[in-house]
């Protein structure tokens, strides 16, 4: 081993792989098809995670707001192993590293919450040891008035150097924000790219942007692509990590039309998937991005509840190289729960904008790769039922879902087959306090997300919910080979 490790070659490959499972890239739940390695070169181990390091992003101040961070380390799966050591509590706390922490997570499988708060602040979920594996998070801030009113609600992120977004806007009835968090006690330099309709475009305010440690920095989107908008930004970190989320606000004249973050889209790829399509009325808009230097033909299949279909028009799509195209979609899904699947000569990546039917809040889900393992998800309290939509875009595939309550007491599990190429929806009963969801996919290929949509008759003082969640593999393994990587900084 010692020789093995002398060779040049084979060191810098346990960095590459060390430096993926630091940015949280290196996630192995179970065994895939088998790989052929090179002669000599040893095959990655699955390591139980021993150490958490999560930002979660705050709205900026407006209208009468509360915020709070909901995190669980959940129960794992049966036999699933875990960092060995005592249970030292998880902190919830302000970025600064003087900070008092406003919430912990104590023991495994039950929900821990900041303290709400009516200014919000970015926070961050960190600690070491047996609880670190799996350990999830949810930013939540919500409204009755002003610029904030509505629900904006996203999943804690995982720092890491390569991120992609889709469906930001730098026009006037927008207020697009992309916000970088620091988590390092170094800091951090990012370059963003820009794709709009009209191409790539060449913005030197987005490079070479610092990122203080144990900070944010914010770009202002119609400051630096001002009239732009459709766009898709590709955030790389040259130096450090960071933690990107877009924050996003409309209007519709002078009158506030919702808040939200847009989730992370997933790498550009040759076959995309976008896992849920909230059911019910309002509008519905595919942003599809071609960062190639060549045009995209890509075909689009919908998802149904009853099966796959190629919505007449849209059958086959051409997306110029280096653009971002839109299409509306509300009239070919018929309010139905659905999935998207895109595949493409060109990679590409892609989101889905969805605005309730009042036109009073809107939620934003990118494109996500299939499930590999077991995902978790906390649920803030909600006034509606949310839908859990669960889709096997090839074959038949299986999944297992549990609720729990945030004591960790079972509301809900079930086994349940999905029709190739349909969506299956599970309605999960409104709460009136936070809940963990956790899906496993079991067989065939999966991909799930979570909606929220108000009810079709809201009464007079019901303030719009809207909510998009998708459900990502959750990083309770990472792959090592050779010495254990140091990542040490991010927990500094």
């Known amino acids: 081993m010692r020789r093995l490790l002398s060779d040049a070659r084979i060191r810098l490959g346990a960095c590459v792989l060390a430096m993926a499972a630091a940015a949280g890239l290196g996630i192995v739940t179970q065994a895939k098809d088998p790989v052929t390695r090179a002669e000599g070169v040893d095959e990655p181990t699955r390591v139980v995670v021993n150490r958490t390091a999560l930002s979660c992003p705050a709205l900026a101040s407006g209208g009468k707001v509360s915020s709070v961070v909901n995190a669980v380390s959940p129960t794992l ?24 922490p ?16 009516i200014k919000p602040a970015p926070l ?10 799996g350990t999830v998070g949810t930013s939540t801030t919500t409204s009755i008035e002003g610029v904030n009113q509505g629900m904006a609600s996203t999943p804690c992120q995982l720092p890491g150097s390569d991120f992609w977004f889709v469906g930001a806007s730098g026009a006037g009835d927008r207020r697009d924000v992309l916000v970088l968090t620091n988590l390092d006690s170094i800091n951090a330099e990012v370059n963003v790219t820009v794709y709009a309709r009209s191409g790539p475009q060449d913005l030197p305010q987005a490079r070479g942007i610092v990122v203080p440690a144990r900070g944010t920095s914010e770009l202002y989107l119609n400051l630096i692509a001002r009239n732009l908008r459709d766009i898709a930004l590709h955030v790389e970190s040259t130096g450090g990590r960071v933690a990107p989320a877009l924050r996003s606000n409309a209007t519709n004249g002078t ?22 399509a909230a059911p019910g009325a309002g509008l519905r808009i595919l942003s599809v991005a071609n960062p190639s230097d060549l045009q995209a033909s890509a075909s689009l299949t919908v998802h149904g509840p009853n099966g796959p279909f190629k919505p007449a028009g849209l059958e086959t799509v051409q997306i110029p190289a ?7 979609l509300d009239p070919v899904l018929h309010g139905d729960p659905s999935a998207i699947t895109l595949t493409s000569d060109q990679p590409v990546t892609a989101s889905l904008r969805m605005v309730d039917a009042s036109g009073d809040d809107f939620a934003s889900i990118g494109s996500a790769e ?12 909600h006034q509606q039922p949310a839908t859990l939509q669960v889709t096997a875009p090839g074959k038949t595939g299986s999944v297992k879902f549990e609720l729990r309550d945030a004591a960790g007491r079972m509301l809900d599990t079930r086994a349940l087959d999905v029709i190739a190429g349909a969506t299956s929806p599970i309605s999960l009963k409104a709460q009136p306090r936070p809940t963990y969801l956790m899906v496993e ?4 290929t999966v991909v799930a997300g979570v909606t929220l949509m108000p ?10 919910q809207v909510a998009a969640w998708p459900l990502n593999t959750s990083l309770v393994f990472r792959a090592q080979l050779g010495a254990q990587p140091d990542v040490r900084a991010a927990l500094r």
């Open 77 to 100: 799966p049966e036999g699933t192993p875990t960092a060995e050591g005592n249970e030292t509590p998880l902190t919830i706390a302000p970025l600064p590293e003087t900070a008092d």
């Open 124 to 133: 961050l979920i960190r600690g070491v040891g047996p609880l670190a594996a």
């Open 370 to 381: 299939a499930l590999t393992g077991p995902a978790y998800l906390v649920l803030p309290a």
């Open 102 to 117: 406003t919430g912990s997570l104590l023991v495994r499988g039950k929900i821990g919450s900041s303290t709400p708060a």
């Open 455 to 464: 009810a079709a008759k809201p009464a007079e003082d019901d303030v719009a």
């Open 441 to 444: 996919q079991t067989r065939g």
């Open 255 to 276: 009158k506030p039309a919702g808040v939200d973050w847009l989730n992370p889209s997933a790498p550009p790829a040759n076959k995309v998937f976008v896992p849920a």
């Open 322 to 328: 280096g653009s971002v195209k839109t299409f509306k």
